[in-house]
């Protein structure tokens, strides 16, 4: 699926990260969402790499990179060690500063990159994705119908990892069939390599670690930094699919513009949540022609 790429595992100082370079030109890194890993980027990523220099990992604890203990807190969890990680896989490639685009839980990772390592990012795309802060604070029973595993994954242990570990490819093909397309349009490789992962007990722990910081420590940051009137100074492209939650239950630019302050571009694209997955050509035109 990504003829053309080498894969290595770089460490960083809190994991070690799969990571997955190809092309040439300006770096640009890609963070996929929840449940899934690289491949999440393997119909747009080949097309990417004839302009930049395309790098895609597996976000910590998802995929195949390390999956260290959580602690009390679930720190190891946050945003902000997932945002670390990446700056350091950027470095040890030999980029100080690069663009970046991010998936849902990639694009929260990319917005904590933004705050905490402002300097690093040229440009930031957030794909399908609205500010944990806001919407932890403005839930709605649409809202926490539609994004229920919200609410069901940053339960305590066990709950969750032993339900999903019960049988966790209905667990994954349930969440993933939010339209009446259901999983049709994922390319199938990777959709048995996404069904691999979520099969690993370790994995599910640390994607429910994931959810369980997004409700605590990572709210907190957020917190402090909202009511410190902090906002992503870096250009921003808010993409977002017409036919997902995003899409059809917000306003995506007016929220974004609380937590932005240079937004460069809105757009969007004619699908669900899965936007790279789902439409490929448009998701590329658009990401290409921001990076560009």
């Not at 945002?83 to 990639?106: I, S, W, Y």
């Not at 403005?138 to 019960?166: C, I, L, Y």
């Amino acid at each position: 699926m990504l003829e053309n790429f080498t894969k290595t595992v770089i460490k960083t100082s809190g994991a070690e990260i799969v990571t997955v370079t190809g092309g040439k030109g300006p770096p640009l890194l890609l963070m996929h969402g929840n449940p899934f890993n690289h491949l999440s980027w393997h119909k747009i990523a080949p097309q990417l790499a004839e302009d930049f220099t395309v790098v895609l990992t597996d976000l910590r604890g998802y995929g195949d990179s390390s999956k260290p203990p959580g602690g009390a807190d679930h720190s190891a969890y946050s945003f902000r060690a997932m945002a670390l990680d990446q700056v350091e896989v950027m470095e040890a490639l030999g980029f100080e500063k690069f663009n970046a685009a991010g998936h849902d839980r990639g694009a929260r990772v990319l917005h904590r990159m933004c705050l905490d390592h402002p300097g690093r990012v040229l440009k930031a795309g957030f794909m399908d994705m609205l500010p944990q802060h806001h919407l932890l604070n403005n839930v709605t029973r649409q809202w926490g119908k539609f994004s229920w595993h919200w609410f069901f994954m940053t339960q305590d242990f066990p709950t969750p990892e032993r339900m999903m570990g019960a049988d966790p490819e209905f667990f994954i093909r349930r969440k993933l069939s939010k339209t009446d397309q259901g999983t049709s349009f994922f390319g199938p490789e990777a959709l048995a390599d996404y069904i691999r992962c979520i099969k690993n007990p370790d994995v599910i722990h640390a994607m429910c670690e994931d959810y369980r910081a997004t409700f605590g420590i990572d709210l907190e940051m957020d917190t402090a930094d909202f009511e410190a009137g902090r906002k992503v100074e870096t250009p921003a492209l808010i993409l977002w699919g017409e036919k997902g939650g995003v899409g059809r239950n917000h306003n995506a630019a007016e929220v974004w513009s609380r937590y932005a302050s240079n937004i460069v571009r809105t757009a969007t694209v004619p699908s669900g949540h899965y936007l790279q997955e789902e439409c490929p050509k448009q998701t590329y035109d658009v990401l290409h022609g921001f990076f560009r």
